[in-house]
């Protein structure tokens, strides 16, 4: 069967007026399991009969929490078992403006970066759109809370997901859906140039972050294989388009001691960014089982301060999650035999 969390509000709209119905009674049953959290279709009461019948081929498919880890600031990672037994994982983020969560759009990644527990894990498939829904939806029913912002981050490469991860940010934004604002849905890529052009031109003002974490090529090949197909200056060509529909981009950077956050980096970042409408977030690393370290507190402030100082607009991530296994795949990989 497939999964009914799969279905955006348009496909619901579709499938009941191809039916010889009204595409207000898909809007109803679309509405009635987001807003009303059913999880059977005849708890949809007052819809019309026939258009319920048209999705009893959908299922209600959910994900098994198969562990959780907390921390002392609240900050919480789920391990999510799958239908088919794989797991993926999602990490809530307890921040001052709300509570946000980083959700997995793949079972394992392909892009293979060296600082990343993900990366040691070799894709095995994409997630569905409803599978990365669900993952919103069960971390809400754990907290019995509402989240304030999603950020697809977690294990995977979105842009290599992106016909699924585009479903999933309609159904997110959905007024009738999950009714998250699409200032509070990032993406974030490690940098595919013809999907961050397309991307641009979604008729969603979702913010985009680009992973950059090096100045050169060489330095960003070595730890991002990525760059050996898509070097900086056509990731920067196509970070220049997407500027040109006028929308903003987050460059994020993680300070990785004695590779990239020397003064020397900072200079060259800044040579990089300063012409370009964009936020710089400062990801001190975390410890992912690799052979990287994070530079202390006083190196990771002489980098930030070199950045802030020249006018770049540069925020320094608080640091979370150390005690969790929150690094991206991390939980995962230490709960695969």
């Given at each position: 069967m497939s999964n009914i969390y799969d279905l955006t509000r348009k496909e619901f709209q579709n499938i009941v007026t191809q039916n010889g119905l009204n595409k207000f009674q898909g809007d109803q049953i679309f509405s009635f399991i987001?807003?009303?959290?059913?999880?059977?279709?005849?708890?949809?009461?007052?819809?019309?009969?026939?258009?319920?019948s048209l999705f009893n081929d959908y299922d209600f498919e959910t994900l098994n929490i198969d562990k959780v880890e907390k921390d002392s600031l609240g900050n919480i990672k789920f391990l999510f078992r799958l239908k088919?037994?794989?797991?993926?994982?999602?990490?809530?983020?307890?921040?001052?403006?709300?509570?946000?969560?980083?959700?997995?759009?793949?079972?394992g990644c392909n892009m293979g970066c060296k600082f990343c527990a993900s990366g040691k894990l070799k894709k095995i498939r994409d997630l569905t759109p409803g599978e990365m829904v669900l993952q919103v939806i069960k971390a809400?029913?754990?907290?019995?809370?509402?989240?304030?912002?999603?950020?697809?981050?977690?294990?995977?490469?979105?842009?290599?997901?992106?016909?699924?991860?585009?479903?999933?940010?309609?159904?997110?934004?959905?007024?009738?859906g999950i009714s998250l604002?699409?200032?509070?849905?990032?993406?974030?890529?490690?940098?595919?140039?013809?999907?961050?052009?397309?991307?641009?031109?979604?008729?969603?003002q979702v913010n985009l972050a680009i992973s950059l974490h090096?100045?050169?090529?060489?330095?960003?090949?070595?730890?991002?294989p990525i760059n050996k197909v898509y070097n900086l200056d056509e990731l920067f060509k196509a970070i220049s388009i997407y500027l040109t529909k006028g929308r903003r981009v987050t460059i994020e950077y993680i300070l990785l001691k004695g590779v990239n956050d020397r003064e020397t980096d900072a200079n060259r970042?800044?040579?990089?960014?300063?012409?370009?409408?964009?936020?710089?977030?400062?990801?001190?690393?975390?410890?992912?089982?690799?052979t990287f370290q994070k530079p202390n507190h006083d190196e990771q402030m002489r980098f930030y301060k070199y950045?802030?100082?020249?006018?770049?607009?540069?925020?320094?991530?608080?640091?979370?999650?150390?005690?969790i296994s929150a690094a991206c795949g991390q939980l995962r990989g230490n709960n695969l035999a």
């Open positions: 987001y807003r009303n959290k059913v999880r059977k279709l005849e708890e949809c009461f007052n819809v019309n009969k026939k258009a319920l088919d037994n794989n797991l993926i994982e999602s990490v809530v983020m307890n921040q001052s403006y709300g509570k946000s969560i980083c959700i997995t759009t793949q079972v809400e029913e754990y907290l019995n809370d509402k989240l304030s912002y999603v950020v697809c981050m977690g294990i995977g490469e979105p842009f290599d997901n992106y016909l699924n991860l585009t479903k999933f940010l309609y159904i997110i934004n959905d007024p009738k604002g699409a200032r509070h849905i990032t993406v974030s890529t490690c940098g595919i140039p013809s999907k961050i052009i397309e991307f641009a031109d979604l008729d969603l090096a100045t050169t090529n060489p330095l960003r090949t070595s730890i991002m970042l800044l040579g990089l960014l300063k012409h370009l409408d964009c936020y710089v977030n400062l990801i001190p690393y975390n410890d992912a089982d690799t950045l802030r100082d020249a006018g770049l607009n540069v925020t320094l991530r608080k640091e979370m999650g150390s005690n």
